[in-house]
């Protein structure tokens, strides 16, 4: 996805490396993101280049797919591979860069080791539809390496029938510095900001957590509460419900914001809210839990595998607005609670997020035989 920050995140670990990426679109948008923009024009170690239908072009290919089923891009994806023949193809996500992927190289009587790269929902959500469960399990028997942010994820590759190389779980975006992780921050106790997150509709579940901030008004009347990327629909309700309840309630669209940006609204949070029906770890779960943010994440993403519910964070369930209501008035009450949330969670982001990990397991994805730490899960 040549516009996301994810990819962007990942890409950028291999600034200072001799590698050559050849960026091959996979959703329709008309600019890169800036960070890949910057690179494919600068001058570094790493070499950056994009496929010169980027552009305007994305969006009727990708609409001719909608049709066809990813078969044209899928030619086109083909044609670059015998251009380029390049060491490996890796697709960031599945349903979108994976599926291409696994057309484009169908037909190819012999073609680069294919990495599959799970984001968010990849498998989890989408295994329920039989299309979707089909070519997921074609795309995976043609994989022989899979990275995965969660371990459920990778149980579930394995159920559907991959058989190659599991990478270690770890963040697709790779970590943060080392000088943000000891940045210090203000006691979680001491804040008066309640963090949600926007989206709304497939599987975001916003205006949930908006109806359970609306019950507790009169507990978060002295809070202030700011939603990052809310589409439409969510600031809509959020201005009734600021209308209705008097709340100070501010919101952002989709990308309007900079990570730097982001990171600072975590840090003067008291609490992050994240509800949707499906996720992968969540990369605001674990923004909060560096900032000392109290995490309260539904228990359809993979944030079990990070918190532990009740003590640094709670796992909710996006059907029980009840036992939301309840979790967050804690949240909300209980300094010792967040404070303490604070400091193991700070200790568990020093012990696996440190970007250097990340880095370690990234660069063992174009150089499989350097590493001595992968191992088949």
Request: with cysteine; glycine share 6%; proline share 5%.
């Amino acid at each position: 996805m040549a516009d996301s920050i994810h990819t962007a995140r990942w890409i950028g670990q291999f600034v200072d490396q001799p590698i050559d990426f050849v960026l091959f679109p996979s959703t329709p948008n008309r600019r890169l993101h800036p960070l890949i923009a910057g690179w494919a024009a600068g001058e570094q170690n790493m070499t950056v280049r994009v496929v010169p239908f980027a552009g305007a072009l994305s969006i009727p290919l990708w609409g001719l797919d909608l049709i066809f089923r990813d078969r044209v891009r899928g030619l086109l994806l083909r044609r670059v591979l015998r251009r380029v023949s390049p060491d490996y193809i890796h697709a960031l996500e599945l349903q979108h860069g994976g599926y291409i992927t696994s057309r484009a190289i169908d037909r190819l009587s012999k073609h680069p080791p294919f990495i599959a790269t799970n984001w968010g929902s990849d498998i989890f959500w989408f295994q329920q539809y039989p299309s979707h469960r089909r070519r997921l399990a074609h795309l995976l028997e043609q994989a022989a390496f899979y990275s995965a942010e969660c371990q459920r994820d990778v149980d579930l590759a394995r159920a559907l029938g991959f058989r190659g190389l599991a990478f270690p779980v770890f963040p697709n975006t790779g970590g943060f510095p080392r000088q943000v992780l000891a940045r210090p921050t203000s006691a979680p106790s001491t804040r008066h900001v309640i963090a949600v997150k926007g989206y709304q509709g497939w599987v975001g579940r916003a205006i949930i957590a908006l109806k359970v901030i609306e019950r507790l008004k009169d507990q978060l009347k002295d809070f202030r509460i700011v939603i990052f990327s809310a589409n439409l629909t969510t600031q809509r309700f959020a201005a009734g419900v600021a209308k209705r309840t008097g709340l100070d309630i501010s919101w952002h669209s989709k990308k309007s914001l900079s990570h730097d940006q982001m990171m600072d609204i975590f840090a003067s949070a008291r609490a992050y809210v994240g509800v949707s029906l499906s996720d992968g770890i969540s990369t605001s779960l674990l923004e909060s839990m560096v900032n000392g943010a109290f995490p309260l994440q539904t228990n359809t993403s993979c944030a079990s595998e990070w918190i532990t519910s009740g003590l640094s964070g709670f796992s909710i369930d996006p059907d029980d607005p009840d036992s939301l209501a309840e979790d967050l008035a804690r949240v909300v009450r209980d300094d010792a609670l967040v404070d303490a949330a604070a400091a193991i969670n700070a200790e568990t982001a020093r012990t696996r997020l440190d970007d250097r990990i990340g880095r370690s397991y990234a660069f063992a994805f174009y150089d499989l035989s350097s590493s001595s730490d992968i191992s088949s899960a």
